[in-house]
């Protein structure tokens, strides 16, 4: 009988022995698979900032201011003759200084052409007094819808080169110019008016400085 009850109390304690080492085991799997979810998902945050780009605000780009516009002075200029290469030579030439007075009241005026004006054009020659590079020539009239251009040479007698589109005249135009080292600008008529003469009242002229 004491060795029965020796080998029942015996078995027991191996029993308990045993359970508490599966115990332990388990535990020790249950915290290993705690311990490797917790690790993927640390390694999956880590791949996700990885991959996922992140947004940026991109840096705003400041426009360079545009480059000021050259400086112009108004040129002292003075009207001398008109220029008529296709007829006698002359045209009212007397007159041509009143183009250039100040005066808006007062202009030289062209001949007046009862007919079609069959000429390729007539001038009115206006001296710088030296040689400019004139931006802008404006022209005031009172007898708006002729058509001219604007045309340099340096001398009075020619040759002189087109520096400006032809444009239908208000009664204020401006004409823009291709810069060009000249001393004479000569506006040059292409069509006349209803009433068939042109009067220029004023013609100023701006040059770079």
């Known amino acids: ?77 003075r009207g001398v003759r008109a220029y008529d290469p296709d007829g006698d030579q002359s045209e009212n030439d007397g007159t041509a200084p009143l183009a250039t007075d100040g005066v808006l009241s007062t202009a030289w005026k062209s001949e007046r052409y009862r007919r079609s004006f069959a000429k390729t054009g007539v001038g009115l020659l206006v001296d710088a007094g030296r040689p400019v590079r004139a931006t ?34 208000r009664a204020r135009t401006t004409f823009a110019l291709e810069p060009r080292s000249s001393r004479y600008l000569m506006l040059w008529i292409t069509s006349m008016p209803e009433g068939g003469a042109a009067a220029v009242n004023e013609i100023t002229v701006s040059a770079a400085r």
């Open 1 to 77: 009988m004491k060795r029965v009850g020796l080998a029942s109390t015996r078995a027991r304690t191996n029993g308990a022995a045993i359970t508490r080492a599966l115990g332990a085991a388990g535990l020790s799997a249950l915290l290993a698979g705690t311990a490797a979810v917790v690790l993927s998902s640390v390694r999956s945050d880590d791949a996700l900032r990885q991959t996922v780009p992140v947004e940026t605000t991109p840096a705003r780009t400041v426009a360079e201011p545009a480059p000021a516009a050259p400086a112009s002075v108004r040129v002292s200029a």
């Open 136 to 169: 802008r020539i404006v022209v005031a009239t009172e007898t708006p819808g002729y058509t001219a251009e604007v045309r340099v040479g340096s001398s009075p007698d020619g040759p002189f080169v087109s520096v400006s589109t032809e444009r239908s005249l």
